[in-house]
């Protein structure tokens, strides 16, 4: 009986044994993450293995003839760099930029924690950020650039940048603000420490443009607005042009028509069949004449010089008294004017100015 009880401890501290030791493997042993890399049409690369927290160190870039390799992107549209941490499996998709595209270089500091690699972004094209970095004993806000404006992800870059990582303490007292960018591009809400606000690059609205932020009072907000608790602010939006009061403006806004007008005005000229002359021998004179009238100055000369007659030389030096036709005095429209009644109009186009 005794060697049967003693047999069934041993068993027992065997099976408690293995329990301990299965425990181990599973609650204690370091987990690893599977990366599977999509090279989208570039050179193959293999899976990596991560182990748990791991900083990740990436293959090198894969190869894609007439293209440029931009990074890694996770299912968020995230660029993942060799200073990311992975907590789970993950399959990463290349993302590429022809080589005959125009292109612009963003560089990230993170203000000394670690190297991000430089991004290459299509010129006017949207930027891909990097998964945000992590940084023992702070959060991290976002990327400001050079204006100290914070970064988002419709972001569209049309030169080199350079943005820096913005990080506050854990112990920081904070405030969150949200934006609310009435029917423009979303921006997502951010906590910041208390003072100063932070405000995001300009947002956009197709058709508009963007005339700045107002709290919920309707005051104006900038850069200098000092924040004690939680703030929603909404975006002002105006017409991309200004045109004049009265003035139709055109489709796209850049000009307007309006119609003016302006009185008639007096007109001399010659009744049908005469044409208007000046004496050659009195150039500030000028008078209505029928040519039809001469005669042969050559037998006599004009026995007067009045309105009634005047000695006409032709081109050849000929001369006759010519009989004189009254004026016929109209009122007419001035050059560009078309008569409506008692007055004139015409349609003017006028340029709008831009906001």
């Known amino acids: 009986m005794k060697n049967k009880n003693k047999l069934i401890v041993i068993l027992i501290i065997v099976v408690v044994i293995l329990l301990l030791l299965v425990g181990y493997l599973f609650f204690f042993r370091e987990k690893t993450y599977t ?8 050179s193959e690369v293999p899976s990596i293995e991560v182990k748990n927290g791991e900083i990740v160190k990436l293959p090198d870039a894969p190869k894609k003839e007439g293209h440029t390799f931009v990074g890694w992107s996770n299912k968020e549209g995230k660029i993942i760099t060799s200073g990311s941490k992975i907590s789970e499996d993950l399959t990463l998709k290349a993302e590429w930029i022809s080589d005959s595209a125009e292109k612009n270089e963003v560089v990230f500091d993170t ?50 940048m350079v943005f820096k990582a913005l990080w506050i303490s854990v112990d920081a007292e904070t405030v969150s603000v949200s ?48 924040l004690s608790e939680n703030m929603t ?19 796209d806004g850049k000009t307007c028509t309006k119609v003016v007008t302006t009185s008639l005005v007096k007109k001399t000229t010659c009744p049908s069949g005469s044409t208007l002359y000046t004496p050659w021998y009195n150039s500030s004179k000028t008078v209505c004449i029928k040519l039809s009238t001469k005669v042969d100055a050559n037998i006599r000369q004009c026995d007067t010089w009045d309105d ?16 004189t036709v009254s004026k016929k005095t109209t009122k007419v429209c001035p050059s560009g004017y078309t008569k409506s009644g008692d007055i004139c109009k015409k349609t003017k186009t006028v340029n709008c100015t831009a906001n």
Do not use: H, Q
């Not at 105006?238 to 055109?250: N, V």
């Open 233 to 251: 602010i909404k975006a002002l939006w105006k017409e991309p042009y200004t045109c004049p009061k009265d003035c139709t403006p055109s489709e």
């Open 111 to 160: 203000d000394g924690l670690f190297e991000i690699e430089n991004i290459v972004v299509l010129k006017d094209g949207t930027i891909l950020l990097p998964v945000d970095p992590v940084r023992e004993g702070y959060i991290f806000i976002g990327w400001i650039n050079e204006e100290g404006k914070l970064i988002n992800e419709n972001m569209i870059v049309d030169k080199n």
């Open 35 to 42: 990366i599977t890399l999509d090279s989208n049409g570039g």
């Open 179 to 226: 934006f609310d960018t009435d029917g423009g591009n979303l921006i997502d809400s951010i906590v910041i420490e208390k003072g100063k606000i932070l405000l995001p690059i300009n947002p956009t609205k197709e058709g508009y443009v963007f005339a700045g932020w107002v709290d919920s009072n309707g005051n104006s907000v900038n850069s200098d607005t000092i």
């Open 308 to 323: 009634a007659e005047v000695d006409y030389k032709d081109s050849k030096g000929k001369s006759w008294c010519v009989k």
